[in-house]
């Protein structure tokens, strides 16, 4: 089929060549000015008697005409063999279609890029995310455990309040009973007047037993002296809490006494 399209080709290529001459030299021919010829035309022959007619004026003197440039000669077009043409034509369409597939081959990698821009964006976006719900979650977390510290360090104020109530209430307890149990075996003199105090400090046992009894201050009476000093020694041992832990409460105590109270 495509040898015979190629002298169709050539004949058409002659045919075209041909008709181009030919309006060429149509034109230049109807570029060439004419030739004017002048002629007097009589009507009637002049008589003898009148008088002759002017001289005709002298003809215009008719340009050469100018010769015509001798045509260019045509160069007839090369016809390439019908194996070097059909040659060229695979080459141009492999050109052509290996141009295609390179442009396309960076269109896909463009889009591949593009799209790979759009994981990785994503990607951050999602990081960016999960960071915000973790470090919300770390608050919330610390919040709570702020809030369930503070309760369980407002329950140990409380119960330490309890506990230092309940202990020194301990303690005032078995000081009182101490100083109750003194109080018992002290035989106030008769000619006692007033209500004086007597101050003595008290170094205790573990036990309870009394290990020394020292005046501080005196009522001013020393046979009061004397016998509140007598009942501190005849009530040992003295009682104590049973809880070890408070005996350092009890190892020295600073005890007041009066005859009215």
């Known amino acids: 089929m495509t040898d015979r399209k190629i002298p169709a080709a050539i004949l058409a290529v002659t045919v075209h060549l ?24 009589w009507q009637d022959m002049p008589s003898a008697q009148e008088a002759p007619p002017p001289p005709a004026p002298a003809p215009k003197p008719v340009p050469k005409p100018v010769p015509e440039p001798a045509p260019l000669p045509v160069q007839k077009p090369e016809v390439e063999k019908p194996d070097i043409a059909l040659k060229k034509a695979r080459e141009e369409k492999l ?11 960076e269109l896909e990698k463009q ?15 999602q990081k960016q995310k999960l960071e915000k719900q973790k470090l919300e979650k770390q608050k919330l977390e610390k919040q709570m455990r702020q809030a369930q510290q503070e309760k369980v360090d407002a ?4 119960m330490q309040q309890r506990a230092a109530s309940a202990k020194a209430g301990l303690i005032d307890k078995y ?39 020292t005046l501080v201050k005196s009522s001013g009476y020393p046979a009061y002296d004397a016998a509140v000093e007598r009942a ?20 020295t105590l600073d005890l007041h006494f009066k005859p009215n109270e």
């Open 155 to 158: 329950l140990n104020k409380m």
């Open 232 to 251: 501190i020694l005849r009530a040992s041992p003295l009682p104590l809490p049973p809880d070890a832990s408070l005996f350092e409460e009890f190892r």
């Open 18 to 41: 041909i008709l181009l001459a030919v309006l060429v030299f149509g034109f230049r021919w109807q570029e060439s000015e004419p030739v004017v010829l002048q002629a007097d035309i």
């Open 111 to 125: 889009k591949e890029i593009e799209k790979q821009k759009e994981l990785e964006k994503q990607k951050a976006l």
């Open 175 to 213: 000081k009182a009973m101490i100083h109750n149990k003194i109080k018992r075996f002290v035989v106030v003199p008769p000619d006692l007047k007033g209500n004086p105090e007597a101050e003595f400090t008290v170094v205790l046992l573990p036990d309870g037993e009394v290990l020394k009894a």
């Open 95 to 105: 050109k052509q279609e290996k141009q295609k597939e390179e442009k396309q081959k």
